[in-house]
């Protein structure tokens, strides 16, 4: 089992910048592709960029520039430095963990969400 808790989330105007951080425990942290993921009122949840245990990354087009992905294996944390925060960027973000396990079956883990809102 893993267990996630996010944090960092808060109220930024247009054009600011905000770090969150997740933090995991209970397994083997390296054994996890984590990503981070966010769900704007009325729409359905939308991945935005994961990072795998040796730190390559993948981005949604609509961060691509502005967001960064980042991990410390030896402090079992998970980042996502947003720039440039926009009012669309407004959501619930989630952390998530990921392994393929015994029998091939997926296993994935969430963390309970931190409120980012961008408005002036």
């Known amino acids: 089992q893993v267990q996630l808790v996010e944090s960092g989330g808060g109220l930024v105007q247009p054009g600011g910048s905000l770090r969150l951080s997740c933090a995991a425990s209970?397994?083997?942290?390296?054994?996890?592709?984590m990503g981070w993921y966010r769900q704007a009122p009325g729409k359905e949840r939308e991945l935005v960029g994961t990072v795998t245990s040796g730190g390559s990354t993948t981005y949604a087009d609509s961060v691509k520039g502005r967001f960064t992905i980042s991990r410390d294996n030896a402090k079992n944390t998970v980042y996502l430095q947003m720039n440039s925060l926009k009012p669309e960027d407004t959501a619930v973000y989630s952390c998530?963990?990921?392994?393929?396990?015994?029998?091939?079956?997926?296993?994935?883990?969430w963390g309970q969400g931190t409120q980012v809102t961008v408005s002036s």
């Open positions: 209970g397994d083997i942290f390296t054994r996890y592709t």
């Open positions: 998530n963990a990921r392994r393929l396990g015994i029998l091939g079956i997926t296993h994935n883990y």
